[in-house]
């Protein structure tokens, strides 16, 4: 059976980004399906989806906006977390700027479900163009009254849109770091709990949400619940905490592929499909030597795991930290591994935020370490230090706040663990012949 | 005379109102400043503090947090280039790209042309990575390029007016 998309099925329209245009192409029914409904039933319907969010954590969103407290007096926000900073994804990008209003209709539609009078869309700075798409679209939207005080004449339903610039700083995508930075502070990620459905922006209640997630809503409100489900791999049996993964999602391929780009396939594709068949397999006619199966905080797979399936399992299976974002990146056979992890360290030690001493020296040390490795002054009892550091560091040993740790862990883990020989192999051969690789000339 | 104009202000004035503490418009005004000054000076951040109730150290904690304002001692040049170093375009050449341009503007990442059009940067991951190897030219982005097409647009932008880009 073919797969129709879903997220970007309206993508190439002419004029899509215009109200009319998406209007004429079904846009904003849900909306109005939505407001027929309680805010309850619009919550229990996501329920039942088994939607689980798109941002990197896959936490099922459902039960997220469950934990918000109940009669509520407000405000309670809504907070779109359009930040998009994890090395190699940029499906987000691809929805706000080609087909905003599909965005804005899911952000509205979630809005209406968790009594939020106010969203905000924080938005890294870098994404221009969607900021302008965005902004254009929201105007719109106040203009044809699905902004603004009651919305399409449903008394009592208010809602303002406003999109909040960022500033160039991979931690606010952590959802607290988020509302720091939203806040005006620097974007350092809060102790949890009280988790922000608690104690949010501002103090109050806060539903943080991936734009993809929020694009999902409204099409599970405008099908329902059974037809999300229909798409995906469901619970494993032998798994009693699997919780499934349903729907459409949308791979981002990027690295030494023919084509690289966004596909939007049913959750679950094994990894050596998304290459070959959509991806056009790798370029120039080499093979892959490793790949990232969901941005570069998940660590890699090796070239005999690519049959493994893109779900919120299956790159766990292998020792990856998770499907992340579901960001593929593929790396041919012709690429040192030490140049790829040295600048995977390198990005981590440049965007720890630093509050935590594991993290900040930990990532620090393991750049330090790394460069000294490719400048050919390595030695064999480097590797073991590198796995020392990597295993202390990060949510799942306990010792930081936020996940930036974990994921500045798994690329050092996988890749020593994997990749071993040809570390090995580097540092010997290099020490002998005194190799000339040149320092990169950016080592702030 | 204050540096920050009426007009500024009142748009500043105007950010407050979407959040419930006047601390949260600090980004968007941050962002109006530099626009307008090309960096964020002392001045500026004095009167930006009196203007939202805060004390001057905590504009400046937080506007250092972020990479992205620029003292008075380093003002931006009338465009800012971003190039990708991050892993997908480091595959595809992102840190060639980023050498080749230093050579050819003869600055370092972080420096800004005498000539005061061109300020180069690094960058982590643009959110482009289909395009790798990326630069961001203020906030849009060109991919995939090479060299050559790099130094052309660059040039284009050098010869422009005087007209800020961000
Ligand atoms: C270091 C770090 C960076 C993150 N960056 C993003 C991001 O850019 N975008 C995003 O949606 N989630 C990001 N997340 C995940 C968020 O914390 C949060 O789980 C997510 O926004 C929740 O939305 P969702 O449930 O819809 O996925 C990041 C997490 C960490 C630890
Ligand atoms: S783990 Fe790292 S990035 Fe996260 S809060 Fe601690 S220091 Fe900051
Ligand atoms: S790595 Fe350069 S844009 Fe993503």
Redesign the pocket.
């Known amino acids: 059976m073919e797969f129709e998309p879903v997220l970007l099925r309206h993508i190439a329209v002419p004029g899509i980004q215009n109200l009319e245009v998406y209007q004429a192409h079904g846009g904003y029914n849900a909306l109005h399906q939505a407001l027929e409904l309680s805010p309850e039933q619009v919550v229990q319907m996501v329920k039942e989806s088994g939607l689980r969010?798109?941002?990197?954590?896959?936490?099922p969103?459902g039960i997220?906006w469950g934990f918000l407290p109940k009669d509520h007096p407000g405000p309670i926000y809504l907070c779109v977390?359009a930040?998009?900073?994890?090395p190699g994804t940029f499906c987000?990008r691809v929805l706000m700027e080609g087909d905003p209003h599909q965005v804005l209709e899911g952000t509205i539609i979630s809005a209406y479900a968790i009594r939020a009078r106010v969203a905000y869309i924080y938005l890294r700075y870098e994404y221009g163009k969607s900021y302008r798409v965005l902004q254009r679209a929201i105007d719109e939207l106040y203009k044809n009254g699905f902004l603004g005080r009651n919305i399409l004449g449903k008394a009592g339903f208010d809602l303002d849109i406003y999109i909040h610039r960022g500033a160039g700083a991979?931690?606010c995508?952590?959802?607290t770091g988020l509302i720091e930075s939203l806040e005006g502070k620097r974007a350092w990620p809060r102790i949890k709990p009280p988790f922000p459905a608690v104690q949010g922006l501002f103090q109050k209640p806060t539903i943080?949400?991936?734009?993809e997630?929020l694009a999902c809503v409204k099409h599970i409100v405008e099908r329902g619940p059974t037809w999300f489900r229909s798409m995906g791999v469901p619970p494993d049996p032998n798994n009693p905490r699997d919780l499934g993964s349903f729907g459409p999602k949308l791979y981002c391929l990027s690295g030494h592929v023919n084509q690289p780009g966004c596909y939007e396939l049913p959750l679950g594709i094994p990894a050596r499909e998304l290459i070959e068949k959509y991806g056009g397999g790798v370029w120039q006619g080499r093979r892959a030597k490793a790949i990232i199966p969901g941005g570069l905080s998940m660590g890699f797979m090796t070239a005999e795991e690519l049959d493994t399936p893109l779900d919120f399992n299956g790159p766990m299976r292998v020792g990856c930290l998770g499907l992340g974002t579901a960001a593929v990146i593929v790396i041919d056979d012709r690429t040192s591994m030490v140049d790829v992890l040295y600048n995977s360290c390198r990005f981590f030690a440049h965007e720890s935020c630093g509050q935590c001493t594991p993290c900040r020296e930990g990532t620090a040390w393991m750049a330090k370490i790394l460069a000294r490795i490719r400048r050919g002054q390595g030695y064999l009892d480097d590797l073991d230090i590198l796995l020392e550091i990597a295993n202390g560091i990060g949510i799942i040993p306990g010792t930081t706040i936020?996940?930036?740790a974990d994921?500045a862990a798994w690329p050092v883990k996988t890749a020593i663990t994997k990749f071993r020989a040809e570390f090995e192999e580097y540092i010997r051969n290099s020490r002998s012949r005194q190799a000339s690789i040149l320092a990169p000339l950016t080592t702030h | 005379m204050p540096i920050l104009t009426e007009t500024m202000r009142q748009e500043i004035e105007a950010y407050t109102q979407r959040y419930a503490t006047r601390q949260a418009a600090l980004l968007p005004a941050l962002h109006l400043i530099q626009r307008h000054f090309h960096c964020v000076p002392l001045a500026a951040i004095e009167e930006l503090a009196d203007f939202l109730g805060l004390h001057p150290a905590q504009v400046h904690d937080t506007l250092s947090f972020y990479g992205f304002f620029r003292d008075e001692k380093h003002p931006l040049g009338r465009h800012r280039v971003w190039v990708c170093r991050s892993l997908p375009c480091m595959l595809r050449g992102g840190e060639q790209l980023l050498e080749d341009l230093c050579h050819h503007l003869g600055i370092q990442p972080g420096q800004t042309t005498s000539d005061g059009s061109i300020t180069l940067e690094f960058a982590e991951c643009l959110g482009a990575c289909e395009l790798a190897p990326c630069i961001l030219i203020n906030d849009e982005c060109h991919g995939p390029l090479d060299s050559d097409t790099a130094r052309n647009l660059i040039e284009k932008l050098r010869q422009q007016g005087a007209e800020h880009g961000i």
Request: aromatic share 6%; net charge negative.
């Open positions: 969010g798109r941002g990197g954590a896959g936490f969103t997220k977390n930040d998009e900073s994890e987000n991979y931690i995508g952590e959802e943080v949400n991936n734009v997630t936020c996940g930036l994921g």
